[in-house]
Nanobody, 125 residues
């Protein structure tokens, strides 16, 4: 049974850092693309970052480029999102997602097969 469980959300001040982690089980990460999406209040869900284990490619939405870093630990079966220099616009529920994928990132939301339940990040002074 595939499971994705996010952790690490919480409150952080603007300019601060936070690390989200997603524990994956029930599938072989080597053949999957893993991604982080987020949904802010009143807005549609958007892709934040993606990593394709087929070729190691990564992609970031422009608004987080240079501030967020996605990483995969294939032994621990986790995919992390290191968030730095956060801004209030980063406030959202962050979701981990995975799909069987043999191409580079990005991956559309509609192509994602598995989803976690989300973890809330609040950026506020």
């Amino acid at each position: 049974q595939v499971q994705l469980v996010e952790s690490g959300g919480g409150s952080v001040r603007p300019g601060g850092s936070l690390r989200l982690s997603c524990a994956a089980s029930g599938f072989d990460l080597r053949y999957y693309a893993l991604a982080w999406f987020r949904q802010s209040p009143g807005k549609a869900r958007e892709g934040v970052s993606c990593v394709a284990n087929s070729d190691g490619s990564t992609r970031y939405v422009e608004s987080v480029e240079g501030r967020f870093t996605i990483s995969v630990d294939k032994i621990k079966k986790t995919v992390d999102l290191q968030m730095t220099r956060v801004v209030e616009e980063d406030t959202a529920v962050y979701y981990c997602a995975a799909t069987f994928w043999d191409r580079p990132c990005p991956v559309d939301e509609d192509d994602m097969e598995y989803w976690g339940t989300g973890t809330l990040v609040t950026v506020s002074s």
